[in-house]
């Protein structure tokens, strides 16, 4: 399914990678996008090519996120889908370099937290929408060699998964997309290595494929793995013990705690 053409769609992290492959996506189902980035001449030429919009942010800025969800509606009336792509790998020095991993969290985790905030009221008075989340797979199995940015996209899921239910309810779906390794910037550091060793990487058009089928097919609080030969799959997660009462038997959890569709 196509988003439908007029829609409007703001990508955060925009002039990147996923960013670019998915604002051709979009912008070729005659959606308007509004790309998000960091401030240059680089940025602005980048979208000026894909036919989109520029708007410079800081996705920890709290109120720029706000600010900036009030300028697109003012201008497009409306908003449609929110993509959280906004994001970068630690580079910690030593073991555990706390600076770097709250430099990490700062971006990719509590960005992901203000956009969601700031973007929500604007879904709503568009009569529901999509927020989709560019987590990863470290956030499902996370990298020894960066804990700062495996906390964070493995945070980033967890609070996709939290907010799903109560969102959904409001007709707006939260998804996560947690793709392996891939050929953006991100990478560059060890591309030599995974060129040598033969090791496949995700294109950027095939994980703008996901998020694009993230918005129009998405289902609330879903993960989706995305890996080359595979595709974009949903994530199994596996269930935890639950509690017994005292004569043995499933306890069952209190209305108040349970999720609005499990009522």
């Not at 996209?153 to 793709?179: M, N, Q």
């Not at 209305?255 to 009522?263: D, N, Q, T, V």
Request: net charge negative; glycine share 12%.
């Amino acid at each position: 399914m196509a988003p439908a053409p007029g829609s409007v769609a703001l990508i955060t992290g925009g002039t990147g990678g996923f960013g670019r492959a998915l604002a051709a996506r979009l912008r070729a189902a005659d959606v308007t996008v509004v790309l998000a980035d960091l401030d240059s001449e680089q940025a602005r030429a980048t979208a000026a090519d894909l036919g989109a919009q520029f708007a410079p942010l800081d996705v920890t800025d709290r109120a720029a996120n706000r600010a900036l969800v009030e300028r697109i509606e003012a201008e497009h009336g409306r908003l449609d889908a929110a993509y959280l792509n906004a994001g970068i790998a630690g580079r910690p020095q030593g073991l555990l370099d706390v600076d770097d991993f709250l430099r990490v969290l700062d971006i990719d985790l509590l960005g992901v937290v203000y956009g969601t905030e700031a973007a929500l009221p604007a879904l709503r008075r568009a009569g529901g929408g999509a927020v989709v989340v560019t987590a990863s797979l470290a956030g499902l199995s996370p990298m020894p060699s960066d804990p700062g940015y495996s906390v964070a996209k493995g945070g980033a899921v967890a609070f996709v998964r939290s907010v799903a239910p109560r969102l959904a309810a409001e007709g707006v779906t939260i998804t996560a997309i947690c793709p392996g390794f891939a050929d953006t910037a991100i990478i560059d550091p060890w591309r030599e290595h995974f060129d040598t060793s033969g090791f496949p990487v995700l294109t950027a058009d095939e994980v703008a494929g996901a998020m694009l089928a993230a918005w129009t097919d998405g289902k609330p609080g879903a993960a989706y793995v995305v890996q080359p030969g595979v595709g974009a799959v949903p994530y199994k997660f596996q269930g935890v013990p639950s509690a017994r009462t005292a004569a043995g038997e499933t306890a069952v959890l209190p209305e108040a705690l349970r999720p609005p569709f499990a009522r």
